[in-house]
């Protein structure tokens, strides 16, 4: 026999067992519902959908569609207003559909954006770039007295010093922007386009700051030394990044300046003025985030789009990372240059903004700074570890940047006093001494 027909049966035989019982409506409504799978889908249970039921029920999806999209819209309106992108909020809000522009959410999300949009002030002061190396882990591991033990005790910082660095440069009110917020373009009378200094617009009492997270490549030597040895994309596509502890075990997290970054952001959203994050830079002879060219072309790809998704920008810091200006002739300048769009823009997209490597800044009469205006390089950036400086011109801008390390941090903490205590910042107890 059919299974309809043993399904037909059954109901047949429950509702005259309901009938000599003496059931009422809505109860024998609700076993026969429950029996056959509906329970709960239709108006007062019934056992199949009237057309007044149906019209119903679209009446009611309608109108929740209508809802999740006006609450949609307005929470990720309130997303971008708590990073002070009213513009973008306000873009948001226009999404709604028309027939529910009026509703009491989207009018008021869109009268008190504009008011606070309003109250944006244009800042007219120095902006600061802080500029890090990947991060340690595991001092123990990082700090010990192998070949590699003094070096990083230089030239890098904890997790933990970096998580004190951001609380502080957080309770000082400095806000990081968009590099591209150091400029404006201005249309010149034939046509071209020049290069001007902005005035960004901040909330009041907000300071920028620029950041930059630089050769996050992974070398081999930071391998079972404490640090994390590549980024990867977790469940959600979001960048972390993986380590290995010095039992085997390799975890999955918030264990490089990115990921921590991000984290940091995702609880304070007013840190980051418009979604910016910062700067990664990458050499290129020893393969980008952790990867190999060859062997991880696909991977690089995917985390550079997701770093840009982010709000975070990637520059070039020159393929081997050998100095423009005191190791590297003209020509061997032009093929390191040309090497790493090859092998490493060609993989995470093509960039306007050049590292020097080692911060050795090439000065404007330079033939090799030509050249690298002729490839499309706008955005310039030196070290300076003790104060900041900028140049605008209508063809490139150059910045310096502040290195932060432990040797700076030891050596030049008074000149660090606007952004933090580098006393409160040093986890002395787990470095070694400073010679």
């Known amino acids: ?61 309608a109108q929740q569609a209508a809802e999740d999209n006006v609450s949609e819209h307005v929470n990720k ?28 959410r989207v009018i008021s999300a869109k009268i008190e954006y504009q008011r606070l949009q309003g109250l944006l002030v244009n800042y007219r002061g120095s902006i600061p770039h802080l500029s890090f190396k990947s991060l340690v882990v595991d001092p123990e591991l990082a700090y010990d007295n192998d070949d590699y033990g003094y070096y990083f005790n230089y030239w890098n910082l904890t997790t933990t010093e970096f998580e004190r660095i951001l609380e502080s440069l957080y309770e000082k009110n400095y806000i990081l922007i968009d590099v591209n917020e150091i400029t404006v373009e201005v249309q010149n009378e034939d046509g071209t386009t020049s290069f001007a200094l902005n005035k960004p617009t901040l909330p009041e009492g907000k300071k920028p700051l620029i950041l930059s997270f630089v050769e996050a490549n992974y070398y081999s030597y930071y391998d079972n030394n404490g640090f994390s040895t590549k980024m990867v994309l977790d469940e959600n596509g979001k960048v972390k990044n993986e380590y290995t502890d010095e039992n085997g075990t390799t975890q999955v997290g918030d264990y490089d300046l990115v990921p921590i970054l991000d984290s940091f952001i995702e609880k304070h959203p007013d840190f980051s003025l418009r979604g910016a994050k910062g700067i990664v830079t990458l050499t290129g002879y020893a393969g980008a985030f952790g990867y190999g060219v060859e062997t991880g072309a696909g991977t690089i790809k995917s985390i550079a789009e997701a770093l840009k998704a982010d709000g975070w920008l990637i520059a070039c810091q020159g393929y081997n990372n050998s100095s423009f200006a005191s190791e590297l002739d003209y020509d061997q300048m032009v093929e390191d240059v040309e090497t790493w769009e090859n092998k490493i823009g060609s993989l995470v997209g093509s960039t306007n903004l050049m590292f020097y490597p080692y911060g050795e800044d090439l000065t404007p009469e330079y033939p090799k700074h030509s050249w690298l205006l002729e490839k499309g390089y706008q955005y310039f950036f030196s070290i300076w570890s003790t104060a900041e400086w900028i140049e605008v011109t209508p063809n490139y801008v150059r910045q310096s940047r502040r290195a932060i390390d432990g040797y700076d941090l030891y050596l030049y903490k008074e000149d660090m006093e606007d952004f933090f205590d580098a006393d409160k910042i040093l986890e002395k107890s787990v470095r070694l001494p400073f010679e």
């Open 77 to 104: 309106a309130a997303r971008l207003a708590a990073s002070y992108d009213y513009s973008g909020a306000l873009d948001e809000l226009a999404l709604v559909n028309e027939e529910y522009q009026d509703d009491e």
């Open 1 to 61: 026999m059919k299974k309809a027909h043993i399904l037909t049966l059954g109901l047949l035989g429950l509702l005259l067992v309901l009938a000599v019982t003496g059931c009422s409506r809505a109860e024998m409504n609700a076993q026969i519902a429950e029996s056959i799978g509906t329970l709960g889908m239709y108006e007062n249970n019934e056992p199949v959908e009237t057309p007044k039921m149906k019209a119903q029920r679209e009446m009611q999806e």
